[in-house]
């Protein structure tokens, strides 16, 4: 059974910057693409950034510049540095881990975190 937990959420001031982690336990296959999404109140949760094990990374318009995905693919893990804060950044930040079929690249297995709370706000 595959297990996301995140960590490093919390409060910051406008222009700030935080730095989330996600460390993913279980079994994990090859090939796989590690994201976080965000959830603000009352809006549907969005993609925020993707990063593919072989490397290649996906931002939305919103936070290219802004924020930057990374991972460790040796421990399963991945990270989200976002700096340039603003209130709109404010949400929900969810770890999603998806396993792909090799010959197709579709879905295999999709795993989700528990959420961490950022809140940017003066």
């Known amino acids: 059974q595959v297990q996301l937990v995140e960590s490093g959420g919390g409060l910051v001031q406008p222009g700030g910057s935080l730095r989330l982690s996600c460390a993913a336990s279980?079994?994990?296959?090859?090939?796989?693409?590690m994201a976080w999404y965000r959830q603000a109140p009352g809006k549907q949760r969005e993609l925020v950034a993707t990063m593919h094990n072989g490397g290649s990374t996906n931002y939305a318009d919103s936070v290219k510049g802004r924020f930057t995905i990374s991972r460790d693919n040796a421990k399963n893990t991945v990270s989200l540095q976002m700096n340039s804060l603003k209130p709109e950044d404010t949400a929900v930040y969810y770890c999603?881990?998806?396993?792909?079929?090799?010959?197709?690249?579709?879905?295999?297995?999709?795993?989700w975190g528990q959420g961490t709370q950022v809140t940017v706000s003066s």
């Open positions: 999603n881990l998806k396993t792909l079929m090799i010959l197709t690249s579709r879905v295999r297995n999709e795993y």
């Open positions: 279980g079994s994990i296959l090859s090939p796989n693409i």
